[in-house]
């Protein structure tokens, strides 16, 4: 079956502690992004790739960074730098810049940080 | 003002009821138009697009974007309480920016 992983579904991880989220897909696609949702906030864009080994900070991406080595994958590093980590986090991907408009997400990571 | 605003909700009607959700927005570059529907706990999944203004249907789905008014909206027939999830507006410029501009959602509850 073709789609996006993430893992795990639910991580907790105490103040102070870098924390990395996996995003696996097996779609074929070249661009990748990842989401940061809060409740009342809707979607926001924390880094995008559109080819291996680039990627662009979106509208949030202080205290995250990402890599992007392989086309089927985009990890997500939340560092101590960030000051509210606690958030459900969202990977997403899509054929390439063109056809962005639909992104397949995957079925998100909840980060609680105590 | 926000790029994409969408009235906040949450939303409940009764089955078989016609719902309208809507969403303004202040940037005219934007072209292509996107409904996402959210089921609790999960990724949205894309529901609608449309480029450019006009209407177009898909079932009981219409997806409607008037440019002059910087305005889009979907329109639900015949509601269910399958429909009963969190729906998404999202808009993109044309060309070669893939960034996608999401509104905050509107929790829709459907009762049976």
């Known amino acids: 079956d073709g789609g996006i992983t993430q893992s795990p579904k639910y991580l907790f991880r105490k103040e102070g502690q870098n924390v990395t989220l996996s995003c696996e897909q097996n779609?074929?696609?070249?661009?990748m992004y990842w989401y940061r949702q809060d409740p009342g906030q809707g979607l926001r864009l924390i880094y995008y790739?559109?080819?291996?080994?680039?990627?662009q900070k979106g509208d949030i991406a202080e205290g995250y960074s990402v890599s992007r080595e392989k086309k089927e994958s985009f990890p997500l590093t939340v560092t101590s730098a960030q000051k509210n980590p606690t958030a459900f986090y969202l990977c997403?991907?899509?054929?390439?810049?063109?056809?962005?408009?639909?992104?397949?997400f995957g079925p998100g990571t909840r980060l609680t940080v105590t | 003002q926000k790029e994409v605003e969408q009235d906040p909700g949450p939303l409940s009607v009764p089955e078989g009821a016609i719902v309208s959700l809507n969403c303004t927005y202040s940037?005219?570059?934007?072209?292509?138009f996107m409904w996402y529907r959210q089921y609790s706990r999960k990724g949205p999944e894309l529901l609608m697009y449309?480029?450019?203004?006009g209407n177009k249907e898909d079932g009981r789905f219409t997806a409607q974007v008037d440019k002059s008014s910087k305005y889009i909206s979907l329109f639900i027939r015949d509601s269910q309480p399958s429909d009963s999830a969190t729906y998404l507006c999202?808009?993109?410029?044309?060309?070669?920016?893939?960034?996608?501009?999401f509104g905050k959602g509107i929790t829709l509850s459907v009762r049976p």
């Open positions: 997403a991907s899509s054929f390439g810049s063109a056809t962005a408009y639909e992104q397949y």
């Open positions: 779609l074929n696609h070249d661009a």
């Open positions: 790739s559109q080819i291996v080994n680039d990627f």
């Open positions: 940037n005219s570059a934007f072209q292509y």
């Open positions: 449309t480029y450019s203004s």
């Open positions: 999202a808009m993109k410029e044309g060309g070669a920016n893939s960034k996608l501009t």
